[in-house]
C-alpha cells in the first residue's frame, strides 16, 4: 500500500521569502502524486499533480513541485510567499497508480506567513 | 453554483443519536468520493459510489455507518449511534475527470458528538 509522509506539521516563512513544504512517498509502482490546499473551513483545492509526464510541474498561485524518484519525494515549492498562501496543504498519493480518485493523503504542513 | 454541495455545514449530535450527511455531487457528475479528517489528520478514503451503486466501501467502518446515492437526490453518509470519536470533519468529492486522481471538494459537514 502506498503512503505519504509531509514533514513539519507547521511551517512559518516571512512574506516574500522562499515556502518549502516536503512530502515523501512509499510506492512499488511509479505513483500518482497531488498537492492539495485547504483555507479555513473550506474543502480541498487541486494545486497541482504529477502523473509521469514532466518531473517539474506547475500548479496555481505560482506554486511548483519536483518529483524525485531517487529520493521519493515530491516537495512543494514557491519563490516568494504571499499572505494569501497562509492555508494547510496535504500531499497525496493514487492508491493503484491508475490515477483514480482514491487517494491517500498526508497528515498535512500548515502554512502561516509572517508580515 | 454548479460546486459540490454538502449539508449540513455544522451537525452536533449526542452519544447514540444518528448523523445524516448529504452530498450533491458536481452538475451533470453521477459519482460520488466521501472522506473524513479527524482532528489534525489528514483525510482519509470512506466510499465511493456511484449512483444506485456502491463501487468501493473498504474505507468505511464495519459498524454504524452506511452510504447510499438513490437515483433522485444527494448521496447521503448515515452514522447510527454516534460516538465522541465520530466527530470529524466529513467531505464528498467529485471526480474531475474520471480516472485522473483529480477531485472537487465541497466545503464539508463538521460533525460534533458531544
Known amino acids: 500500500a502506498q503512503s505519504v509522509t509531509q514533514l513539519g506539521s507547521h511551517v512559518s516563512v516571512s512574506e516574500g521569502a522562499l515556502v518549502l513544504l516536503r512530502c515523501n512517498y512509499s510506492?512499488?509502482?511509479?505513483?500518482?502524486l497531488f498537492w492539495y490546499v485547504q483555507y479555513p473551513n473550506q474543502g480541498l483545492q487541486l494545486l497541482l499533480k504529477?502523473?509521469?509526464?514532466?518531473?517539474l510541474v506547475k500548479g496555481i498561485n505560482g506554486f511548483e513541485a519536483e518529483f524525485k524518484k531517487s529520493e521519493t519525494s515530491f516537495h512543494l515549492t514557491k519563490p516568494s510567499a504571499h499572505m494569501s498562501d497562509a492555508a494547510e496543504y496535504f500531499c497525496?498519493?493514487?492508491?493503484?497508480?491508475?490515477?483514480?480518485?482514491?487517494?491517500?493523503f498526508g497528515t498535512g504542513t500548515r502554512l502561516t506567513i509572517i508580515p | 453554483n454548479a460546486g459540490v454541495m454538502q449539508n449540513p455545514r455544522h451537525l452536533v449530535r449526542r452519544r447514540g443519536q444518528e448523523a445524516r450527511l448529504r452530498c450533491s455531487p458536481m452538475?451533470?457528475?453521477?459519482?460520488v468520493y466521501w472522506y473524513r479528517q479527524l482532528p489534525e489528520e489528514g483525510l482519509k478514503f470512506m466510499v465511493y459510489?456511484?449512483?444506485?451503486?456502491?463501487?468501493?466501501e473498504s474505507g468505511m467502518p464495519k459498524e454504524r455507518f452506511s452510504a447510499e446515492f438513490p437515483k433522485e437526490g444527494p448521496s447521503i453518509l448515515r452514522i447510527q449511534q454516534v460516538v465522541r470519536g465520530d466527530s470529524a470533519a466529513y467531505f464528498c468529492?467529485?471526480?474531475?475527470?474520471?480516472?485522473?486522481?483529480?477531485?472537487?471538494f465541497g466545503e464539508g459537514s463538521r460533525l460534533t458528538v458531544l
Open positions: 497525496a498519493v493514487s492508491e493503484d497508480n491508475f490515477g483514480n480518485e482514491k487517494l491517500t
Open positions: 510506492s512499488s509502482v511509479p505513483p500518482y
Open positions: 504529477y502523473t509521469s509526464a514532466a518531473t
Open positions: 452538475k451533470g457528475h453521477s459519482h
Open positions: 459510489l456511484q449512483k444506485e451503486n456502491i463501487i468501493d
Open positions: 468529492a467529485s471526480p474531475i475527470t474520471g480516472g485522473t486522481g483529480e477531485l472537487f
